[in-house]
């Protein structure tokens, strides 16, 4: 009898700490999955819908350029800016490759979240490993923030590039129109 009430006593202990592990570990899956939309949300309204358009302006104006400026001799700023201008085009390239993996990254971190909140909530799969599966969770947002944050940070490199040196080219084709 006195080793059942024991062994009733332990039972009811260990279901109690796995509770409020499972709720530590449901927070953390959330806190997780908040994070990873605000960076969702964060690189979506980063992207540009008129990065197309600025690089087929800018393929027009080197076209027009290279076919009807002719000078006799090439001033610096103009070879200049002709090749950061092209450079920055060429990025837009990259870019666009770049959107394409961070949406599928970030649409395959929400699944994987919901999937772990899901095994977690209902105690599917190998508990012990939770806590682990979570790091590696943990891991891949911040993998995703640091990727944002250099996708953001080379859009707004290629903006004030074409916002710097679109006008003083297009000023220079106006001339030889």
């Given at each position: 009898m006195k080793n059942l009430v024991v062994l009733a006593i332990l039972s009811v202990l260990i279901v109690g700490c796995s509770d409020?592990?499972?709720k530590a570990q449901l927070k953390a899956v959330n806190d997780l999955q908040a994070k990873a939309k605000r960076l969702n949300q964060s690189?979506?309204?980063s992207f540009p819908d008129t990065l197309s358009s600025m690089r087929q302006n800018m393929?027009?104006?080197?076209?027009f350029l290279?076919?009807?400026?002719v000078l006799d001799s090439v001033d610096r700023s103009y070879g200049s800016d002709m090749d950061e201008y092209k450079e920055t085009r060429n990025k837009i390239g990259t870019i666009n490759k770049q959107y394409v993996?961070?949406?599928k990254a970030f649409n395959e971190e929400s699944n994987q979240l919901k999937q772990l909140e899901n095994d977690i909530s209902n105690g599917f799969g190998k508990r012990q490993r939770y806590d682990d599966y979570l790091a590696s969770e943990k891991k891949n947002v911040d993998k995703l923030e640091k990727h944002t944050n250099e996708f953001i940070k080379a859009i707004n490199q290629i903006k004030d590039k074409y916002q710097l040196l679109h006008p003083r080219l297009n000023a220079l084709a106006i001339k030889f129109k």
């Amino acid at each position: 009898m006195k080793n059942l009430v024991v062994l009733a006593i332990l039972s009811v202990l260990i279901v109690g700490c796995s509770d409020f592990k499972q709720k530590a570990q449901l927070k953390a899956v959330n806190d997780l999955q908040a994070k990873a939309k605000r960076l969702n949300q964060s690189f979506k309204a980063s992207f540009p819908d008129t990065l197309s358009s600025m690089r087929q302006n800018m393929m027009h104006m080197e076209i027009f350029l290279k076919n009807h400026v002719v000078l006799d001799s090439v001033d610096r700023s103009y070879g200049s800016d002709m090749d950061e201008y092209k450079e920055t085009r060429n990025k837009i390239g990259t870019i666009n490759k770049q959107y394409v993996v961070l949406k599928k990254a970030f649409n395959e971190e929400s699944n994987q979240l919901k999937q772990l909140e899901n095994d977690i909530s209902n105690g599917f799969g190998k508990r012990q490993r939770y806590d682990d599966y979570l790091a590696s969770e943990k891991k891949n947002v911040d993998k995703l923030e640091k990727h944002t944050n250099e996708f953001i940070k080379a859009i707004n490199q290629i903006k004030d590039k074409y916002q710097l040196l679109h006008p003083r080219l297009n000023a220079l084709a106006i001339k030889f129109k």
